[in-house]
């Protein structure tokens, strides 16, 4: 009897999801736990395993698709029951990316097929076919096997009457049919091409349009020597590796700074939640970095107990699952503050925009050496730009400055931390 293949609780409070890319299409064989599609929430990306081996039998929502928690997306034959009636699957078939789309689309993320093979029309892309009046010759599949999916049929539908104007008119080159697979741009074309935002960037946007809508957002700068960092990197990195099996980076100085400067200035780790201001006495501190799917922000829960080499370990584990879209729910949820290193990009100067409801966040900027006066003499140091953007609603501009100076002073003299002075 068919297994079927539900969307899985994706996290507190969010009962829709859309359809990522199915790594197992129909007729594909799969083993126990083998990952069969990605589903998309606004907060991580999951992968729904396998219940049991067999062979995929149906798939009823296609990428792009959107889905409620507990819906039926697919069956899967169990091996015992299935395995003479299932399809084997082709030696080198193509990862499904169908997506639903408005307009012209062009179809990415699919490998090239395993060696050609008699065309197969989905029953849905017949009837979507025969109602248009057209034959399935000349529609490249994208399915599974190379079959022509409802998506290749609609995408046919739309561009026939292009294709028949043109020809008609003897246009120097005919349109051609969809293909499977994205071709580079030819130079001085305008074609376009529509990309359905996922989850996690329409979540973004929202929460940065949220931030500049209901907040009263200052930035400040002040800029930083990291000589002395520079120079502990450079004594203690390779002692500091060897015991802890992690680079000994940036981001665990300025993390410690960050909760020094906090417990100095709390209005920054406080949030704005009217009639009140809720203060705390604990120190989230998100990170953010760039995932598979857009900008995350994972959280050092009390980073404030954390040591320097718990800290760059977590840091390394969270940009290693944010790229492979493997962070969990709870590791993105809350904070009560973000630091934002633009620097590693190259970006010289910005003004990061607050993740509410928090109150601040600290961009870190490109190191890069400038002439300084110190003592009287012009002399080269390795800069850096920070830059705290706050809500001005709980942060005063003496409480933004003395921040940033609590940050400058103790990535200066990084002896305070150890001193806590």
Not at 160 to 186: D, K, N
Not at 261 to 275: H, I, T
Not at 353 to 373: C, E, F, K, T, V
């Amino acid at each position: 009897m068919p297994i079927e293949l539900k969307v899985p609780e994706v996290g507190e409070s969010i009962t829709e999801v859309m359809i990522g890319i199915w790594k197992k299409g129909e007729g594909a064989v799969v083993a126990i736990d083998d990952s069969i599609v990605e589903i998309e929430s606004d907060k991580a990306t999951v992968e729904l395993p396998a219940p049991a081996a067999g062979t995929i039998t149906k798939v009823l929502k296609a990428s792009g698709e959107k889905a409620i928690v507990g819906e039926v997306i697919g069956y899967l034959e169990p091996a015992a029951a299935g395995a003479e009636a299932s399809v084997p699957a082709p030696a080198a078939g193509p990862v499904v990316d169908v997506r639903r789309t408005e307009g012209r689309t062009v179809i990415g993320s699919v490998q090239v097929a395993a060696p050609p093979q008699p065309q197969r029309v989905m029953p849905a892309a017949a009837r979507v076919l025969a109602e248009a009046g057209l034959s399935s010759a000349g529609v490249a599949g994208t399915g599974p096997g190379g079959r022509v999916t409802k998506q290749d049929a609609s995408q046919a539908v739309v561009a026939a009457p292009a294709q028949q104007a043109a020809a008609s008119a003897r246009s120097v080159a005919p349109t051609p049919a969809p293909v499977a697979a994205a071709s580079p741009a030819i130079p001085g074309s305008r074609d376009e091409r529509y990309v359905l935002i996922s989850p996690i960037r329409r979540r973004i946007a929202e929460r940065l349009v949220e931030a500049q809508q209901q907040a009263a957002l200052l930035t400040t700068f002040n800029e930083v020597d990291m000589s002395a960092v520079m120079e502990l990197r450079k004594k203690f990195k390779d002692v500091f590796q060897e015991r802890y099996g992690v680079k000994l980076g940036f981001m665990s100085f300025f993390v410690r700074a960050a909760v020094e400067a906090l417990r100095a200035v709390p209005q920054v780790n406080a949030e704005y939640r009217d009639p009140h201001i809720v203060f705390r006495d604990y120190y989230d501190i998100g990170i953010a970095v760039g995932g598979g799917k857009g900008l995350v922000v994972p959280v050092l829960r009390n980073s404030e107990t954390m040591s320097f080499a718990q800290i760059e370990m977590a840091i390394s584990d969270f940009a290693r699952r944010a790229g492979e879209n493997k962070l969990k729910l709870e590791e993105l949820q809350g904070g009560t503050f973000t630091i934002s290193n633009g620097g590693v990009y190259g970006s010289m100067m910005s003004t990061p925009i607050i993740n509410p409801p928090q109150s601040g966040i600290l961009g870190l900027h490109a190191i890069q050496d400038r002439p300084m006066a110190v003592n009287g003499q012009v002399v080269i140091r390795p800069m850096m730009y920070l830059a705290l953007t706050y809500d001005h609603r709980l942060v005063d501009g003496r409480e933004a400055v003395t921040f940033l100076r609590r940050i400058k002073d103790t990535i200066e003299d990084p002896t305070r931390l150890i001193l806590e002075v």
